[in-house]
């Protein structure tokens, strides 16, 4: 991240402010003084002004409901990423995208620089449950049924039990299917392998949280308190 984003996202002043106050020879950066407002921060590096290191900025947790013909990724050569939906002020170093959806998958995206938690998250053996909506070229049958919900065998691996349910009045071509790992493309690959398609997938929750119905695509907020608890309660602490 440039250095006058970097202060003054940490409230240092606004970007004009902040380049005054670099050029001025106050700031260092892992203790060499930095004149150049354009300069790359390297993650993890100690900045200071008037030589004291600022404070760590405090860890930030952003639920973003992703809109289709975004990559989850920080950066893409050619395509649009979810950290393009940040607002400047919101940006944080080390931000980053917690799993990943596909391009043209929408819903709940978690965002954090809480790297631990993050990882997490992920960690394998975790099984954090993520419930997806999808929407299937042709009903679910009942054939198709049995082996998603007991668990189908990939060359890469075997999904875990899995819960299925059909959405009411959608002539059973909507489900809300609930998996516990997250490999890549898994739901999409489930429906190939019983002869059934996504046309459409939406994820709708992860762990304890949920997508909530006013947030629209592209708009993203930070999580409350008793979100982020369950979150937390999830993972062990260090
Ligand atoms: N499974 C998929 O196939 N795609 C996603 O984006 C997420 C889960």
Known sequence: MR?????????????KEVRRIIKAARVTVDDQ???????????GAVVALDGTALTQDLAVYYLLNKPAGVVTANRDARDRTVMDLIADTDMRPGLYPVGR??????????????????????????HVPKTYRATLA???TAAQRGPIETGIAFKDFTSRPATLTVVPDTADRQVE?????GKYHQV???????GNEVVA???????????????????YR??????LAGLKALVPKR
């Open 3 to 15: 250095l006058d984003r970097f202060l003054s996202n940490l409230q240092y002043g606004t970007r």
């Open 33 to 43: 003084l930095q004149r150049d407002p354009g300069f790359d921060v390297p993650e």
């Open 101 to 126: 959806l596909d391009k043209d998958t929408t819903g709940l995206l978690l965002l954090t620089n809480d790297g631990t938690l993050g990882h997490n998250l992920l960690a394998p053996g975790k």
């Open 138 to 140: 042709r009903p679910l």
């Open 177 to 181: 299917l609930t998996i516990g790992e």
């Open 188 to 194: 999409k690959r489930m429906f190939l392998a019983v």
């Open 201 to 219: 997938l939406h994820r709708i929750a992860m762990g304890p949280l949920t997508l909530p119905g006013n947030l629209s695509a592209g708009r």
């Open 222 to 227: 930070s999580l409350t308190a008793a979100e």
